[in-house]
């Protein structure tokens, strides 16, 4: 007879990563023949750039194959310190700063670290899926605060969401999936909010880079005592295999992040860190022609949607568009049925929380010619509804 597994009730409360899970659908059709264009993860399919592989060749072949530091190598975190200062005006030493496998290790570390049984957590609604579920296996309490695609779905009012047990914001600009981008007098308020209420703010900037005629602002430098910082080289660089991102926060909290990665991961690979101080220290142009080339697709994708009768708002980063497909079904029949019918994998809007009903998420990390005839085949199979 097969035992039941027992699974712990953090585990059980917690969902599959809906990005993740849907990509490996698509792939899983794509294997067995099915002709699936993909618009599922949000994921360069740039090579990295051959400078920053080389330099993890170099290091491999040097022997760089051990532990290294929990922190992460000197090399690594003095060029990260120098990048905040340089780029987000957030001053802080290669001491202040955790290397960490990816930016989600990071986000989980954060979160874990500083999230108590029934501690309040904003986030922004529609939110990045990881969030919701890393809060809830920590203990803490996810509180959706919806944006709205009318306000550029930037956070119009934080304050009356805030109760005695808020304890942490969750910024994410770029933002996943709106693409949204937080002008200055957004992060201006939301730092004064957050040191009028005693909130922390994690403030995800993993998209950063990619940006299309804006300007990034980081909350991190108006208010270094209540921000952790979390970036990350998967997306800027076209890393995500290598698994390397990094946070910066208050001592304590950045002491606390050290000690889960010490008893699980002990700490991010010792050649890749090698490849993170060659992307950030080295040649910059690869990363402007990536943007370059993703700021055309998104054109071709807004364009394209919109000349199908697909509303959706321009996104000024990340490499998302948030199209609003309610007059076809719920957020998971419009999935559904693109993926059945028109062999186009999206994400559901209903994914990112309760604000993203009615809407699907669409990836254009993909080349022109996919988004072209991913938007044909989406025209044809709404026309058969
Ligand atoms: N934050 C956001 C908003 C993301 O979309 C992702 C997905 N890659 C991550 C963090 C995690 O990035 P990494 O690959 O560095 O773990
Ligand atoms: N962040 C990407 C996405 O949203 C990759 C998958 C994930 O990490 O969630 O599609």
Redesign the pocket.
């Known amino acids: 007879m097969k035992l039941n597994p027992v699974i712990s009730s953090r585990v059980r409360q917690i969902p599959e990563s809906a990005t993740m899970k849907i990509a490996d659908i698509a792939a899983q059709l794509r294997s067995e023949g099915r002709d699936i264009i993909s618009f599922s993860l949000?994921?360069p399919d740039f090579e990295t750039p051959e400078n920053i592989k080389r330099a993890a060749k170099t290091a491999l072949d040097r022997g760089e194959t051990h532990y290294t530091q929990g922190s992460g190598i000197p090399e690594l975190r003095e060029a990260i310190a120098e990048k905040l200062k340089e780029d987000n005006n957030v001053d802080v030493s290669p001491a202040d700063v955790l290397v960490t496998p990816?930016?989600?290790?990071a986000?989980f570390e954060a979160i874990c670290t500083f999230i108590d049984e029934g501690d309040e957590v904003l986030l922004l609604d529609p939110a990045?899926v990881?969030y919701e579920a890393i809060v809830k296996f920590a203990g803490g309490k996810p509180v959706m605060v919806p944006v709205s695609e009318q306000d550029g779905y930037v956070p119009v009012d934080l304050q009356s969401h805030i109760t005695r047990d808020t304890k942490l914001l969750i910024l994410?600009s770029p933002c996943?999936p709106t693409g949204a981008v937080y002008g200055k007098n957004a992060i201006k308020t939301a730092a004064e909010t957050a040191e009028d209420h005693g909130v922390f703010v994690l403030s995800?900037e993993?998209?950063e880079k990619i940006i299309y005629g804006a300007k990034h602002h980081s909350i991190g430098s108006l208010i270094p005592d209540r921000t952790i910082t979390i970036n990350?080289?998967?997306?800027a660089y076209a890393m995500?295999g290598w698994?390397l991102?990094y946070a910066t926060a208050p001592a304590p909290i950045l002491q606390g992040m050290l000690k889960i990665q010490q008893h699980s991961v002990s700490n991010a690979t010792s050649f890749v860190q090698r490849a993170g101080v060659e992307a950030l220290r080295g040649d910059q142009g690869a990363v402007r022609a990536m943007v370059a080339e993703f700021e055309k697709r998104r054109d071709l994708m807004i364009d394209g949607l919109r000349k199908i009768g697909i509303e959706c708002a321009l996104p000024r980063g990340a490499f998302y568009a948030f199209a609003k497909v309610s007059q076809f079904g719920t957020s998971v029949e419009v999935t559904e049925k693109l993926l059945q019918d028109a062999l186009v994998a999206v994400t559901p809007g209903s994914a990112f929380g309760p604000n993203g009903e009615g809407y699907v998420r669409l990836s254009y990390a993909t080349s022109r010619q996919n988004i072209e005839e991913g938007i044909n085949r989406i025209e044809a199979s709404l026309a058969r509804a």
């Open positions: 949000g994921e990816g930016a989600k290790q986000i990045w990881s994410n996943n995800d993993v998209y990350g080289f998967s997306k995500t698994r991102g």
